[in-house]
């Protein structure tokens, strides 16, 4: 946990928030996610709120252990690897853009009357974009052919629902993954070497992944 605080801190007000839902009566539950969500409604009234609230809240308290493991999975080796300072960039930097523009492709469908106007309230909370955009920035941290192998398999994780369903959820996702994998520059040093932090593995020279 030392090595990878931001990822257990988030982690940890996850939980928190988690059980504030699980304990809320009837409807305080359903008021207190949207009043967080990244809606159209609350960017407009509320945008810092908005943005920064939504990232941590789960809609389903119940998935709390699943998110927990992801976290373990992607955030924490994302961490420790590249510093908390650079992994905090990577997620923040995905969770702001990928919903911005997945609300803005919202805004454009209700003015063009192809959603209800229902859609500017509806509940837009939870850690996946951040979550994507860890899984592709981690692709840098595999050695071949592994790193093809993942990359392909995250690529047709996230892309597969935004093709079929086309959603702005599925669209979120695949920006998230899209900016963890335009992240590569900040996995390398000024020096040529790999960046700071607690490896998977014992380097076997300056500059391997």
């Known amino acids: ?10 982690l940890a007000v ?40 939504s990232a941590f809240w789960i809609q389903d308290p119940a998935a709390l252990l699943f998110y927990a493991v992801l976290f373990e999975l992607f955030h924490a080796p994302v961490e420790r690897w590249l510093g908390t300072p650079k992994w905090l960039f990577t997620v923040g930097t995905a969770h702001i853009v ?31 974009y951040g979550l994507a955009a860890s899984a592709g920035v981690l692709t840098y941290r595999l050695r071949l052919p592994w790193r093809l192998l ?13 093709l079929a369903d086309r959603t702005y959820t599925d669209l979120g996702h695949a920006l998230s993954l899209a900016i963890g994998l335009a992240c590569y520059p900040l996995t390398r040093h000024p020096d040529g070497g790999p960046p700071p ?3 998977f593995a014992p380097e076997r020279r300056p500059g391997a992944h």
């Open 1 to 10: 946990m030392r090595s990878s605080p931001g990822t257990h801190l988030w």
């Open 14 to 53: 996850i939980a928190a928030t988690s059980l504030v839902l699980a304990l809320s009566p009837d409807g305080f539950d359903t008021y207190l996610l949207h009043r967080n969500s990244s809606n159209l409604h609350q960017l407009a009234h509320h945008p810092v709120r908005a943005l920064l609230g």
């Open 98 to 128: 990928a919903t911005l523009v997945s609300q803005q492709v919202v805004l454009f469908a209700i003015t063009h009357h192809d959603v209800p106007r229902s859609m500017a309230h509806v509940v837009d909370i939870g850690v996946s």
């Open 150 to 162: 993942y990359l392909a398999g995250a690529v047709a994780f996230f892309l597969a629902p935004l």
């Open 197 to 199: 932090g607690k490896p």
